[in-house]
């Protein structure tokens, strides 16, 4: 014990020093990137161009806003003055209301790897629509959607559909408790991994583990925050603490690896799990069916228990997914239950296993096994990566673009590093200083990169399908490098 206590002394101390690096008060409700600041950018050529492209999405937004919270239905499309309205999309591109283009790199977020309206997608949901919209009663589409993801997905003996990937990993940890008789769960700082309450802290903000607004102390206590890549500190927390029913991550890294993990680390993480007993979750909302078609498991060789799944499962549409083992799926079992003289986990669901979601999961699948689409993603990640490094090098500006697989961040470089666009290495940055972003230069280069027709996400970054062609990379390289001049014209690079 006293071996342990000390590992896990050291671990807290490692935590300590974390924060205390990127000025987080471990006895506060810390926070990175959560609050807008004024931005005061009234003189602002960038600010007066979006807005002079964007009259439609303006008038739009003046009417949300006495609808929705910040005018808004997703956190992700704050942005101000106002974010763009799009009337429609097809392949790599959408269009606003003013009838502007926009290479798109939001990708419904992370769900369209086969881009807008793919032909063989949109077919199949038309013709599931002809069927209707809802049975409330079993279909055959359920089962070959459900064969469609067992074909692909290495661990998935069993799995239930859900309406969202937040409502997967809800029940992923269900699963995991009733499994073990255990109450933690062991997340790592930074990984998302839906909006439920057992999931808020440490994300964006609380890094100390405190609640966050809304949320019972109670159930954010029984959450164990580890500093992300640190192997050390799991191995101490699961030896000393036998309530851990479940560690889950995103096995790529948060944010689908702007805080990038090795593959060494997960297969020390599953031989650590597989030691104490404790079910090992993969996240694979994002990375499922496209890192490869069998996801993050598939391509790294590490096996989890339980797997959640969303966004490209349902082909652009609402709908997600519990995959894992038998053993651990029978909890929701009525038979089985009964035989084994427990309780059964409860689990109804308006939308689960939707027909319309179903018609475009499987599509969507099959054109994903059949195809090269996730590597032809990952190649124009990889492409469009480098060439935007190249961009920051040539123009002499003190960012960073990396990532793997079909993502790309942009390293706002909070600390002002000397920078190495030929060999940035994000393992070699603190973690801290990854997941900060400088809101206002974060925000100028949004409304630049608009301005010249790309959309990228606010973290900032995107996400690449298997559809964008070398003229949209050509296209997003100068829009870019526009967008840098921009900014460097008006003082802000």
């Not at 007066?48 to 808004?72: M, V």
């Not at 996801?295 to 549409?317: C, M, N, R, W």
Request: proline share 5%; charged share 20%.
């Amino acid at each position: 014990m006293a071996a342990h206590r000390q590992r896990i002394d050291q671990a807290i101390s490692r935590l300590d020093y974390n924060l205390q690096a990127a000025h987080i008060d471990p006895f506060a409700p810390a926070k990175i990137e959560i609050e807008m600041p004024e931005m005061a950018l009234t003189n602002s050529a960038i600010v007066a161009n979006y807005r002079q492209r964007t009259p439609k999405s303006a008038a739009l937004f003046d009417r949300a806003q006495s609808r929705f919270p910040s005018g808004i239905t997703h956190d992700s499309r704050y942005l101000d003055p106002y974010g763009i309205y799009v009337t429609h999309a097809r392949q790599a591109k959408k269009w606003d209301a003013d009838g502007n283009a926009y290479i798109d790199y939001f990708g419904g977020h992370g769900s369209l790897i086969l881009g807008h309206n793919h032909p063989d997608v949109t077919a199949a949901v038309h013709a599931a629509l002809d069927r209707g919209t809802h049975f409330g009663c079993n279909h055959e589409a359920e089962i070959q959607w459900a064969e469609a993801v067992q074909a692909l997905i290495p661990s998935a003996e069993r799995l239930r559909f859900t309406s969202s990937g937040t409502e997967a990993t809800l029940m992923c940890l269900r699963l995991a408790r009733a499994h073990t008789g255990r109450r933690k769960v062991l997340r790592f700082l930074t990984h998302f991994h839906g909006w439920h309450d057992q999931m808020t802290s440490g994300f964006m903000s609380h890094f100390d583990g405190t609640p966050t607004a809304g949320v019972l102390p109670g159930v954010a206590e029984n959450a164990v925050l580890i500093p992300p890549h640190d192997i050390d500190a799991v191995a101490a927390a699961l030896a000393a603490d036998r309530d851990i029913a479940a560690v889950i991550l995103e096995p790529t890294g948060a944010s689908f690896g702007r805080i990038p993990l090795t593959a060494e680390f997960l297969a020390n993480l599953r031989e650590l799990t597989a030691k104490h007993g404790v079910m090992l979750i993969f996240d694979e909302v994002i990375t499922g069916f496209r890192v490869s078609p069998g996801g993050a498991q598939e391509h790294y060789g590490v096996l989890p228990d339980l797997t959640s799944l969303a966004k490209i499962i349902a082909g652009g549409l609402p709908g997600g997914a519990v995959a894992g083992r038998k053993d651990l799926l029978d909890h929701l079992d009525f038979q089985v239950a009964a035989n084994q003289g427990r309780e059964k986990i409860a689990h109804p669901g308006t939308y689960n296993a939707n027909p319309i979601s179903a018609a475009a999961g499987i599509a969507a699948l099959q054109v994903i096994a059949t195809t090269d689409a996730c590597a032809r993603a990952n190649a124009s990640g990889a492409l469009l990566r480098q060439r935007l490094n190249n961009v920051c090098a040539e123009r002499a500006v003190p960012l960073a673009v990396y990532g793997s697989f079909s993502a790309f961040h942009i390293f706002t470089n909070p600390k002002r590093r000397e920078i190495r666009h030929d060999s940035f290495d994000p393992l070699q940055i603190p973690w801290q200083e990854l997941k900060e972003s400088e809101p206002r230069l974060v925000h100028l280069l949004r409304l630049a990169l608009l301005n010249n027709g790309v959309d990228i996400a606010g973290w900032p970054g995107g996400l690449v399908s298997s559809v964008h062609s070398a003229e949209d990379i050509d296209n997003t390289v100068e829009a870019f490098r526009a967008a840098l001049e921009s900014l460097q014209a008006e003082r802000e690079l």
